[in-house]
């Protein structure tokens, strides 16, 4: 498994980062969905992988907690979790001692004394760029001061934003403050990509989530015709999206042989793109993605024909 440095920092992560958003049940148990996602997740680790994205709102963490307790490569795992302080319903208000517990029940669940990035998220009701843009001040400052004083304790290491939009983007980047960004990206959702050139040149590094576009972007789904007549992605919903694939589809030509691998060597063609966070649920699924980020990428002429075309046709909304 190659690894990947977080823009200018000391932190050197897997290519591929561990999600499980999905891969158990919410409750401890001994079910066979929990059973095979704690075998992908061995099998992850076994295979190279050294980067685990967690939340206390996936209710999964119990299950990596399990496979962690005991594991030989716990102390030298690195941890990404989702922090949303203030979340939904808070009315913009930032509390210190939310942002603190959140980071120390990720400690103890994980058995871990380390998080080495905090994803934060700061939410409104409704989550939209007019509530939470004028809102950065009065959460920024407040956030600084308990982070720092986490940093100073040893149990956090970087911080990085997760937009939503890029006119959130922008403005939580210009504070200087946040080593980089996750966020969606994919050959159709390139909202964020356009800030890829200015990060690097301030040595900011980018996660991204969603490289599968939610599954779209893969064998099983790419082909709408072979769909299931129930299959979720038959909804009108996703006409757009798959409309921009066929765009893409001709503009690539016969290159793409398999969409699940490409999906993945495409969104690792960009050297601002630090590691991919996936949802994996089974230990084939775990194999199929770590054998497509190999190192054998697309050059940038291909990024740059999925930008163009996302430039022109705009962002796609599902």
Known sequence: MNDRRFGHTDLHVSEI????M?????APGDDDQSRTGKR???RALERGVNFIHSS???GTRWAVGQVLKDHPQRHNLHHIIKVPVPDFDDGGVFDATQFRRRVEQALRDLHTDHIDVIQHLQRAQPNTDELRIPNIPAVHEPMMAVFEKLRE????GYLATFPYAPGFAAAAMKTGDFRGMVAYYNPIEMEMAGFFEP????GRGFFCIRPFMAGLLTDRRVDRRRLPADDRFGDERWDAAYDRLGTLQSALGEDVTSWTAFAIKFALCHPIVTSLIVGLNTPAQVDGVLDAADGNYPDLKVFDKALEIFRAQGPVSN
């Open 17 to 20: 980062c561990f999600g499980p």
């Open 22 to 26: 999905r891969f158990s049940a919410k």
């Open 40 to 42: 992908a997740l061995e």
């Open 56 to 58: 206390y709102e996936y």
């Open 153 to 156: 304790e040893g149990k956090v």
């Open 199 to 202: 990060m690097a040149a301030k």
